[in-house]
């Protein structure tokens, strides 16, 4: 028998964790600011022994005192959290573990590295869904040879897995806030609980988890899973409740936070636990959380993903196993000193044991995404185009490309108003940044001239290729050349209105290869007021 000590024995995910150590033998220590709550919880726990401490408090009298053979933190929040606690159990030679999800706490874990490996002890950061769990996933998809070029997460819970009061206060802590993301080849910014998104989890042979809505978090796979790759993929992590309205709430609640209006949601922890309280009977008592991995294998697209589903409430059960097996493997001595996170410790296999336990189901499937749009509007014609340009022309999920544009603008007052409203960028020489993301019905295409971004939407329309600006619509015919393609106007609409062809902007645009690169040449010419907008250019591959 072992003696563990865990701060935050007693909460949610520490209860949980208690509860499978004490299972297996082990001498529970549930810790925590609340003397009499830790009392109540260890009378229902066999090998619970309750004690009060709170782990920004005397850390070392406590280990003196008890002398345990590993100290786990399942407290949090960890979000602005110091290392004080890991640094009092390293000064004691006392291994250390956390169930941290913080993206600062956990990817700066390392800086303890030194101390910890001339302590003889090891210290893992992040023993939780993530990055351990999600870590061990993104390796078992790219275990065979595979181009990767974007990983998606999503984790989406059962309303009857209400969060916490340090879950809650963690999740508050960034919505609204800038957060760094790697997308498009570059790092860019996105914001928390924004960028939303509906995800379907489904496996063989059982219901469809139909169109859950989630909003990006801030987690440490944004940082250490582009890290695993050579190229650098693009990473999104997106979370939420199974009811929408939560999710759609929390998103209006940003947006004050984004536009400097207040500081920080965290004051609404409370209130926000209340609301959800009130919601407790509705929803089910399903989780799930998907990995989906999009790229090129053998130069053909491929996408591959693993879904997880928890029914009957075992949801929250997951992110305490990769403690169970970490604390395991610690207490055995199979882990090298030092501190490092947990994001490349596990494989799934090593979770299969714990999921048996539970009514908890995975399961791994490779899909074809099919031709891309352009392919599917040119036709044969496609295998004509050079590679530089089927390569920008089949990005499967999120592609990257930068290069150099040389800008004209047009002197009439008019073409002037018409290109400010379109946000068409200024005269001159500009590095430009084309950020295409793919979804199931089409493209979003983001150029960026000297940091200056507008976008446009891309889709299929019959034989045609749509492009939309705001509450325009342009159809192109695609016919290729020697060389490349041109774009050629077919027709135009204003929302769903046609409009003349003749009153129609003229827009000869071609592309071509020259020397291996992309070249682009996009002329906007208004009738009878002349000249809009005219760019050209080249493009390649953004490098990581």
């Not at 009298?61 to 640094?87: C, K, M, R």
């Not at 983001?446 to 705001?470: I, M, N």
Request: glycine residues 10%; proline residues 6%.
């Amino acid at each position: 028998m072992k003696t563990i000590l865990i701060f935050g024995g007693y909460g949610g995910f520490g209860g949980r964790l208690s509860q499978l150590l004490a299972a297996r033998g082990h001498h529970v220590l549930a810790a925590g600011r609340n003397l009499e709550k830790a009392r109540q919880f260890c009378q229902t726990v066999q090998n619970a022994e309750p004690v009060q401490a709170d782990r920004n408090g005397d850390i070392a009298t406590i280990l003196a005192q008890h002398e345990p053979d590993i100290v786990i933190d399942a407290a949090g929040p960890f979000q602005g959290s110091s290392y004080q606690l890991v640094e009092q159990c390293i000064k004691a030679a006392v291994p250390y573990l956390d169930l941290a999800d913080s993206r600062d706490f956990v990817c700066g874990i390392d800086r303890l590295n030194n101390i910890a490996t001339n302590a003889g002890v090891p210290v893992i950061s992040g023993a939780s869904s993530v990055p351990a769990l999600s870590g061990a996933v993104i390796r078992h998809l790219a275990s065979e040879p595979f181009q990767i070029e974007a990983i998606e997460i999503a984790i989406s819970a059962s309303n009857k897995a209400a969060a916490g009061p340090s879950v809650s206060k963690a999740i508050l802590s960034y919505v609204g806030k800038p957060i760094k993301i790697r997308r498009g080849g570059q790092w860019q910014t996105g914001y928390g609980w924004q960028d939303m998104g509906h995800v379907s989890f489904a496996l063989h042979g059982s219901p469809v988890i139909d169109n859950r809505l989630v909003g990006l978090a801030d987690v440490p796979d944004l940082d250490l899973a582009p890290r695993q790759f050579a190229n650098q993929p693009a990473v999104h992590f997106r979370a939420g409740t199974e009811l929408g309205f939560q999710n759609r709430a929390l998103w209006l609640a940003s947006w004050p936070v984004r536009w400097g209006w207040i500081e920080s949601l965290k004051p609404m922890a409370k209130a926000l636990l209340g609301l959800q309280n009130m919601t407790r009977a509705m929803g089910s008592d399903i989780s799930a959380m998907k990995v989906e991995m999009f790229g090129h294998k053998d130069d053909q697209p491929c996408q591959k993903s693993w879904t997880l589903i928890a029914r009957e409430g075992d949801g929250p059960q997951i992110p305490t196993f990769a403690a169970v097996i970490l604390i395991e493997r610690i207490l055995q001595g199979e882990l090298k000193s030092g501190a490092y996170d947990a994001s490349k410790l596990l494989t799934v296999a090593e979770f299969q044991p714990l999921f048996d336990g539970y009514a908890i189901s995975h399961q791994t499937r490779t899909v074809d995404p099919g031709p891309s749009l352009y392919q599917r509007v040119m036709g044969s014609e496609f295998t004509r185009l050079p590679s530089s340009l089927q390569k920008l022309h089949k990005v499967v999920r999120d592609g990257g490309f930068h290069g150099k544009a040389q800008v004209t603008n047009g002197t009439n007052p008019f073409a002037k108003l018409a290109a400010k409203i379109f946000g068409f960028p200024s005269a001159g020489e500009h590095d430009l940044n084309v950020h295409i993301t793919v979804d199931d019905t089409g493209e979003t295409w983001t150029r960026r001239f000297s940091g200056k971004a507008f976008s446009s939407r891309l889709q299929k329309s019959g034989d045609h290729l749509t492009e939309r600006f705001g509450p325009f619509q342009f159809l192109f015919a695609l016919p290729s050349t020697d060389n490349g393609l041109r774009m050629e106007m077919a027709g135009w609409k204003f929302w769903f209105v046609p409009l003349p062809l003749f009153l129609a902007p003229q827009s000869p645009a071609s592309e071509w290869e020259d020397d291996g690169r992309f070249r682009f040449d996009v002329p906007i010419i208004l009738p009878v007021v002349g000249l809009m907008v005219h760019y050209r250019g080249w493009l390649e591959p953004a490098e990581s």
